[in-house]
């Protein structure tokens, strides 16, 4: 689009067919709204809008580029999870209908009836959702979703007379107290230490393999402190030969309540016991 000279007014030029053609209009205004009309003419194969379509169709679709990325079942059924309640609260939208208007309507409603640390795991969810519909043209590029704000919450730690006092009533429980030295020697999550290998850990070097499940990054030498790997040598031979994994028992709840009652703290997570690590 130029601006024409020696007289008022624009003009358009474009090529059609190979053929050089142009149009004069009085104002720029009307210039503009002609190009992109010309524009969207001249290149109507080429798409550069959103598609509609149905939510049923867009949720299959969403389920199955997560499997196909490999993530876990639990990560599937947290977002399908969250996608039924923007469903019951906002209603089945199609690509078109989720709009800025329908973000912030499910926003405020789930809020009410969630704490806010809950609504933001649903709003992550739903954040996800919006981009991967945006890379497929399903939804509108201007979207804006941003969390709650959250109180922030004391670090909770054990004293150093109630890991004493857990280390010595687990020794009931070989497995469990091998599984606490780990969380509170190393950081471990729960999941990884469950998921060790006798294979993985090197005696002579001090330190173990490992590979969290939650964020699919491998560390290949967490460093393991001496004295636990005394108590992992002891451990260790009194289970089968043949065994591959250090545990071969399922984690037990009833023992972990039995032993953070009886130090006091009946609300303690086993996730917490990386906090002293820490």
Not at 56 to 68: A, G, L, P
Request: hydrophobic fraction near 35%.
């Amino acid at each position: 689009m130029y601006k024409r000279k020696r007289a008022n007014g624009w003009w358009v030029g474009w090529y059609e067919s190979g053929i050089r053609k142009a149009k004069a209009l009085p104002t720029k205004a009307l210039a503009e709204h002609f190009r992109q009309i010309k524009y969207t003419q001249l290149n109507s194969d080429v798409f550069t809008g959103t598609l509609t379509v149905t939510w049923s169709q867009m949720i299959q679709e969403y389920k199955n580029s997560k499997k196909v990325r490999g993530n876990e079942a639990g990560s599937i059924y947290e977002a399908s999870l969250t996608l039924r309640h923007f469903e019951r609260l906002v209603g089945k939208c199609n690509s078109k209908q989720i709009t800025q208007y329908a973000i912030d309507q499910f926003i405020l409603k789930r809020q009410k009836e969630i704490k806010r640390s809950t609504a933001n795991k649903d709003i992550r969810n739903l954040k996800a959702f919006v981009n991967w519909g945006r890379k497929n043209r399903y939804v509108n590029g201007e979207i804006d979703i941003k969390l709650l704000k959250e109180d922030e919450k004391p670090v909770k730690a054990l004293r150093q007379a109630q890991i004493k006092k857990l280390l010595l009533l687990s020794r009931r429980y070989p497995s469990m107290r091998m599984r606490i030295l780990l969380a509170l020697a190393t950081g471990l999550r729960r999941g990884d230490i469950e998921s060790i290998r006798i294979a993985d850990i090197d005696f002579d070097s001090h330190f173990v393999t490992t590979k969290s499940k939650k964020t699919r990054k491998s560390m290949g030498s967490r460093p393991v402190p001496a004295r636990v790997m005394e108590e992992l040598k002891k451990y260790m031979s009194a289970l089968d030969p043949r065994q591959e994994q250090l545990f071969s028992d399922n984690f037990s709840q009833c023992r972990w309540d039995t032993l953070r009652n009886i130090i006091g703290e009946p609300e303690l997570k086993f996730q917490e016991l990386r906090k002293p690590f820490c």
